[in-house]
């Protein structure tokens, strides 16, 4: 009797921990069919999801959230700057809120044109470590979002692999210097469109796997499956001393 409450308890306090992870996630829609994809992603990485639309009052409450995801399917004249002070990370999609975001000094940088390869340029970033040089990340080729003005103390990862000057996915760490001011929480700004969900490659879909993990201070190395098991491989340990 007492081995079954302690197991009990240590599954209740794992599904605590579970839940606690809970993702803001910013689309078109609460959520629109369009990002199903991406919130299922999440999903299998451990998050729990809460979708608002754009056309709410944005910030959203953030309380009991890890982290703030904003999709290229939401209309950035609809948010503008609205996660710009957010005080938990936030991952980005959506390029043309870069300059409400303080991370380029207007939209004039900004593109979307289709392709479907980045070339990381500081291999070494826990994003981007153990990828190759080049990773496929579309197929077919599909928008790319990217920037080429991104100012302010910031980490270029990765760019478009036919043109070097878009950056498709950067960090700022929490405290770095932006254009208008300096971040309260650290932020990855990403290159998925909304209409590339259907045909990201699986490297792709590893590449956001890690970025939004990095956001939060995981590892893509540390999957669920491996969290699971570490969690019973405890509970285990803690039923046989008794």
């Known amino acids: 009797m007492i081995k079954l409450l302690i197991v009990f308890m240590l599954l209740f306090s794992l ?3 579970v839940a606690a992870n809970k993702v803001i996630l910013v689309g078109s829609g609460a959520p629109n069919a369009i990002d199903m994809p991406i919130i299922e992603r999440l999903k299998k990485l451990g998050f729990t999801v809460e979708s608002h ?18 999709s290229e399917s939401t209309s950035s004249a609809n948010i503008t700057g609205a996660y710009k002070d957010s005080t938990i990370p936030v991952v ?4 043309w809120t870069y300059d409400d975001m303080g991370f380029s000094p207007n939209d004039t940088g900004f593109n979307s044109d289709a392709g479907d390869t980045l070339t990381t340029i500081k291999g070494d970033h826990p994003i981007v470590k153990g990828f190759p040089k080049n990773i496929k990340i579309y197929d077919p080729a599909i928008s790319i979002m990217a920037a080429n003005n991104l100012a302010g103390d910031l980490t270029v990862v990765a760019v478009r692999a036919d043109n070097e000057s878009l950056v498709a996915i950067s960090v700022y760490e929490k405290g770095a210097k932006t254009v208008t001011g300096q971040t309260k929480a650290r932020h990855v700004n990403i290159f998925p469109h909304s209409t590339g969900w259907a045909v990201l490659t699986e490297s792709g879909w590893k590449l956001i796997d890690s970025s939004v993990l990095y956001a939060v201070g995981r590892s893509l190395a540390v999957e669920s499956i491996g969290k699971i098991a570490i969690a019973w491989a405890r509970i285990k340990k803690n039923v046989d001393r008794l």
């Open 15 to 17: 599904t605590i921990s």
């Open 92 to 95: 980005n999609c959506e390029t």
């Open 53 to 70: 639309a754009h056309d709410e009052k944005h910030p959203v409450n953030l309380s009991g959230a890890v982290m703030v995801f904003i």
